[in-house]
């Protein structure tokens, strides 16, 4: 077998392993290392020792000598090079501190305020609820960037209020599993960071570049939620004087000063930094992270157990991204070692794809891959196959990037691993069926697409704010 | 053996959640950073070298305790559909055809990379400040000894889980909001309807 044949047999192998449910990370070490050893297998280096012993050199040097040169082989050096390089990662340090933020915003009790705010002054556009359902989620999912805090809370206070305004089960579903996943796409997103780490790209034009087709998203979540609700009444009644109170508007700008405005302050101010080259990504988090903290002592959320889970399960989180880093890098540089990415790229060549084909379909691969797996896995293992084909298609990496983000928005919504859809399901009222919930989601899906149909067609949503702020 | 178990979860547990508050020292250092430099114009030298090695230490030696949690990520979309004890079988297979010798090359090679950094009292090159880094590199010797450890009791709890059917979890004080919403509203929903 050629080597090139061997990386194939690695990839296969791979992800053949991956249906197996063991934890990605270990599998992907123990199989970068296996196949790395071969080849990097050096048969000199392997007997060098073991040839220099003596004639009558005893047993025990004899074997041990013999294992040592079994060990002699650099896979093993590029292994915990690989590791160190994960550990010693600048883009990667502000990882833990914006989960730490999202962790801390998330239990500052902050998400019931924001709702009955909106609630309120959303009251004369129609489908008021939903719309505020929407943007809550929206604002609240920016800031912690973690969706299932955010379905589950807002499935909790959202849902019901909705349901008991005779919203339509499955319109109101998807409303909030649609606007929790926001989290991951709208910067300052973990999910960015993760990609520039695994892409080189540089985070800042990343984030930059993903605010417009944002706001895109959010734009046409709303425009759907809205549309619907004037064209189909009965789905989004208008609330009765009791379930929305009318309020005078001077308690309802002091609501909206203390609920809406100090997290969207936060959100920006972690993000201008960003932007305005103020601060690097890590120093803008950890400045977040110390807003949230003040956040959540002036909203008497501030206790020590909950301190303590959000330090914990911080560390949990970034184990589990960076482990999964720790086993890919080794893999990857193996696999391209082998020659992989050579013939992945000569098979591509071969296919005599227009570049729009070719995005077309990696975008449809990644889509499909959402449905059983979730981003984490998504960017860090599958995207990095096709990175080293886009110039190839003279594809920008800030452009795929940002369609990838947009189509990740999809494997939450989709079944069978449709992980939104399932945390709203663990907290709804029996009488919602997951069936329904779906259904709410499909109109979603198809804002998902149609945002990233005008992105290709409109590119400049993607490259104007980054080309303007940087120069291109 | 389930006393085995226990010891390390807990050992784990504990290594993870005393490097998991380095995330205060990261977010502290860091603004004292930021401060430094706009208020008192005089950036330190050491920001950088100091973060990313409380990031390193930090999700390396929680990689033991994330392990005992069942957190690290699975594609488990067929898994999570077998019997325990089948998911129990297959895992037992795994841990010994994968995680043992990725883990104890982790800790062999680790150990000589560690040993030559040690020797001549390696210093990071990103900064003149000459921060330190031989204990950093050491880091991946201690977190694979943990992993070690914890992958014995891994491999226990497939035994146990393949002799009960069930999974035997480890004690566990802090909940993700969404686990724990759902634990909750199930919860609620017995007692609705018993």
Avoid at chain 1, 9 to 30: R, S
Avoid at chain 1, 389 to 400: A, K, V
């Amino acid at each position: 077998m050629t080597d090139p044949q061997v990386a194939l047999l690695m990839l296969g192998l791979f992800i053949v392993m991956v249906f197996l449910g063991f934890p990605i990370a270990f599998t992907l070490m123990a199989m970068g290392i296996g196949f790395g050893y071969y080849a990097y297998f050096d048969e000199r280096r392997q007997w060098r020792a073991f040839n220099r012993l003596e004639e009558d050199a005893g047993w025990w040097d004899s074997a041990s000598t013999y294992a040592e040169g079994l060990l002699n082989n650099r896979i093993f050096d590029l292994f915990i090079n690989q590791t160190y390089t994960v550990m010693s990662n600048e883009v990667l340090t502000a990882v833990p501190l914006f989960l730490f933020m999202g962790y801390i915003v998330e239990r500052a009790n902050i998400v019931d305020r924001l709702f009955s705010t909106l609630n309120i002054a959303s009251k004369n556009v129609p489908g008021s609820m939903g719309v505020a359902a929407l943007i809550t989620c929206a604002l609240f999912a920016t800031a912690t960037g973690i969706v299932g805090a955010v379905v589950t809370l807002m499935g909790l206070l959202a849902l019901p209020a909705m349901l008991k305004a005779r919203y339509d089960k499955s319109f109101a579903s998807g409303i909030i599993c649609a606007g929790g996943t926001l989290g991951i796409l709208i910067p300052p997103s973990i999910m960015l960071i993760v990609y520039a780490a695994a892409s080189n790209v540089s985070i800042v034009r990343l984030y930059a570049a993903a605010l417009l087709p944002g706001f895109t998203l959010v734009g046409l979540y709303l425009v759907y939620v809205t549309g619907r609700s004037i064209l189909q009444p009965s789905a989004a009644p208008r609330p009765s004087e009791d379930e929305v109170p009318d309020v005078p508007g001077i308690k309802l700008l002091f609501m909206i000063l203390t609920s809406f405005l100090p997290l969207a302050f936060l959100i920006l101010a972690v993000l201008g930094s960003i932007l305005f080259g103020l601060a690097t990504p890590t120093e803008a988090a950890s400045i977040g992270a110390l807003g949230g903290i003040v956040l959540a002592i002036a909203y008497r959320a501030m206790k020590w157990q909950r301190l303590r889970e959000s330090v914990y399960l911080t560390a949990r989180t970034t184990a589990m991204v960076c482990w999964l880093f720790v086993g890919s890098y080794t893999f990857s540089s193996v696999f391209s070692y082998l020659g992989g990415e050579h013939v992945i790229s000569e098979f591509v060549q071969g296919l005599d794809m227009s570049p729009i084909m070719f995005l077309l379909m990696a975008q449809v691969i990644i889509f499909l891959l959402g449905w059983p797996l979730e981003w984490s896995e998504i960017i860090i293992i599958f995207v990095p196959i096709f990175l080293p084909l886009l110039p190839l298609f003279e594809i920008d990496p800030l452009f795929f990037g940002i369609l990838v983000a947009l189509n990740l928005q999809t494997s939450f919504l989709t079944p069978p691993m449709a992980m939104s859809a399932y945390y709203l399901k663990g907290i709804a009222p029996p009488e919602v069926k997951l069936t329904q919930i779906f259904a709410g989601c499909m109109p979603f899906l198809i804002c998902v697409f149609i945002s990233m149909a005008l992105m290709y067609i409109f590119p400049n949503i993607v490259f104007y704010l980054p080309n303007l702020m940087y120069g291109s | 053996m389930i006393k085995f178990i226990r010891f390390a979860d807990a050992l784990s547990a504990w290594f993870g959640k005393a490097f998991a508050w380095l995330i205060i020292l990261m977010a502290a250092g860091t603004g004292y950073e930021v401060f430094v430099r706009y208020v008192l114009n005089s950036p330190t030298a050491w920001a950088l070298d100091v973060s990313f090695i409380l990031y390193g230490t930090l999700f390396m030696m929680a990689g033991a305790y994330t392990l005992s949690r069942g957190g690290h990520v699975r594609g488990d979309f067929l898994y999570r559909l077998w019997q325990p004890k089948n998911q129990a079988k297959i895992d037992l297979v795994l841990y010994f055809l994968f995680f043992f010798p990725g883990v104890s090359a982790m800790i062999v090679s680790g150990w000589k990379y560690a040993e030559r950094s040690w020797r001549y009292g390696e210093v990071s090159v990103n900064s003149p400040a000459g921060v330190p880094v031989f204990q950093f590199k050491t880091v991946i010797v201690v977190a694979g000894v943990l992993l070690f450890i914890q992958g014995i009791a891994q491999v226990m709890r497939c035994i146990h889980c393949m002799r009960t059917n069930e999974w035997l979890e480890a004690e566990e004080d802090v909940f993700e909001t969404e686990d724990l919403l759902m634990a909750q509203h199930a919860e609620a929903e017995k007692d609705a309807h018993p």
